[in-house]
């Protein structure tokens, strides 16, 4: 890996935690920012598989140690899209099929969180078993998962197109 690819991934995994960062200093109004803290995370897993990694488990180490709340939210959503959509992105063809695996990633990671671990997410729903649920959470996630895939392809094209790397 070069000094330029090691530096960027470096300033990635700092930028991922601080947008995780966000709410907690300037206040909930800033609570959007959160969402882009798998940005980072899926411009280093394009570069490699290794970086994106390590940016994901540095982001939410570095977020860990500002809030363990913000940090649980970046590993089982916005960071796993990050890292799955990085590494997805370069094994399928069709970018149809890309989200996919990232959604399914996510209901797997919210249930066990919702189920292992008694932290409620899914709130008192109608739905109360484990298999309607993941069910129902699916389609919306392929969809947002779809829309940050287009949004991470974009802020990826453009770092590449003003920075060379040689990694593309």
């Keep these: 890996m070069n000094r330029r690819v090691l530096f960027l991934c470096i300033l990635l995994a700092f930028s991922a935690a601080a947008l995780q960062a966000v709410p907690g200093i300037l206040g909930n109004t800033f609570a959007f920012t959160v969402i882009l803290g ?13 970086s994106g990694i390590a940016v994901f488990f540095t982001a939410s180490a570095l977020s860990a140690y500002m809030d363990i709340s913000e940090a649980l939210f970046f590993i089982c959503t916005n960071g796993i899209i990050g890292l799955s959509l990085g590494l997805a992105k370069g094994r399928f063809k069709n970018i149809y099929t890309v989200p ?15 189920y292992l671990f008694g932290i409620r997410i899914f709130g008192n729903s109608a739905l109360k078993s484990l298999i309607p649920q993941a069910i129902t959470l699916l389609p919306p996630l392929y969809i947002y998962c779809f829309i940050y895939l287009k949004l991470s392809m974009f802020a990826d094209n453009l770092l590449h197109r003003n920075i060379e790397l040689n990694n593309h």
């Design 38 to 50: 798998g940005l980072p995370v899926y411009i280093a897993a394009r570069l490699s598989c290794t």
């Design 100 to 114: 996919f695996p990232s959604a399914l990633l996510v209901v797997v990671m919210l249930s066990a969180v919702n």
